[in-house]
């Protein structure tokens, strides 16, 4: 039987959007193994000087339990 875990993160970045999915699963690789999926929840923005500074994705990651 195989047991999968979700965890809900959110990734940052300066650059865009994307940036900020692969660094949440950058830094989800580093401690869950064997991730099998991402799911993109929502992206959010934090803005100064009316531009954006920061973007945000709020993600699911499932992983394979060993």
């Known amino acids: 039987m195989t047991l999968v875990q979700v965890v809900e993160l959110v990734g940052s970045s300066e650059e865009s959007w994307e940036k900020a999915v692969e660094e949440a699963l950058k830094k989800a ?10 799911d993109v929840l929502g992206f959010k923005a934090v803005v100064r000087d ?6 945000r994705a709020n993600v699911k990651i499932a992983y394979v339990m060993e």
């Open 29 to 38: 690789s580093e401690k869950f193994p064997n991730i099998r999926g991402i």
């Open 50 to 55: 009316n531009k954006i500074v920061e973007y």
